[in-house]
């Protein structure tokens, strides 16, 4: 079983602090997603992640894929409430089987 | 609107009596995927259909049936409810052929077998 290994699984921080959630794997990957999930809805995406090394940033969110394409990490800067929320990492294997962290829940307290 | 539905969004049923959950997207995708969601587990990858009648396993496709009849709806079946499968269920679709689209999630359906 390929298992994607996420931390931290809790992390309560406050606002204007810095963060960073990461994802790793012994598999390699063809692409990897970050989705945040709010109470009562599915996720959505926040970024992908294909090429070895990649770094994509959104606002005050950096995503990185490792050289290996087996990790990645994301980094808040500046952490706002609006932050609060469950990451989730994606690997993909291939085009069409996906592999899901277990998720870390964020709370930004003001 | 672009979007994923699921229906139910909640469901309390017994052991053994046969459910259907469906999904169904308008946004003529031809990548669709059903997920579990349990606490510590994560998400979990059930079935996935590629297009039109073509379907394929994913991590824990034990206990559950798929249907791809149609691009827009992708119906997971079922046949024997146990109690190991109360979990939050999720469907999803993607344009297929690329690793970098977009999965769209719908908002989930809550199961729960006694």
């Known amino acids: 079983t390929q298992l994607l290994e996420q931390s931290p699984q809790f992390l309560s921080i406050q606002e204007g602090e810095n963060l960073t959630v990461y994802c790793n794997s012994s598999?390699?990957?063809?692409?990897l997603q970050w989705y945040r999930q709010e109470p009562g809805e599915g996720p959505v995406l926040l970024v992908t992640?294909?090429?070895?090394?990649e770094v994509k940033k959104l606002k005050r969110l950096t995503f990185q894929f490792g050289d290996a394409r087996k990790d990645s990490s994301l980094h808040i800067t500046a952490a706002q409430p609006g932050d609060t929320g469950l990451y989730l990492c994606?690997?993909?294997?291939?085009?069409?089987?996906?592999?899901f962290g277990t998720g870390t829940r964020l709370k930004v307290l003001a | 609107e672009a979007q994923v539905t699921q229906n139910p969004r909640y469901l309390i049923t017994v052991t053994g009596k046969k459910l259907t959950v469906t999904c169904s997207q308008n946004?003529?995708?031809?990548?669709m995927s059903w997920y579990r969601q349990d606490p510590g587990l994560g998400l979990r990858q059930i079935y996935y259909?590629?297009?039109?009648?073509?379907?394929d396993k994913g991590d824990v496709p034990e206990g559950y049936k798929v249907s791809r009849k149609e691009k827009r709806n992708f119906p997971l079946i079922l046949e024997s409810p146990s109690p190991n499968q109360t979990s939050l269920y999720f469907c999803?679709?993607?344009?297929?052929?690329?690793?970098?689209?977009?999965?769209?999630f719908g908002p989930g359906t809550r199961l729960t077998v006694t």
């Open positions: 999803a679709s993607k344009i297929a052929g690329s690793r970098a689209s977009e999965q769209y």
């Open positions: 598999s390699v990957f063809s692409s």
């Open positions: 992640v294909v090429t070895g090394g």
């Open positions: 994606a690997g993909g294997l291939g085009t069409y089987k996906y592999i």
């Open positions: 946004m003529n995708h031809e990548y």
């Open positions: 259909s590629m297009n039109v009648e073509v379907t």
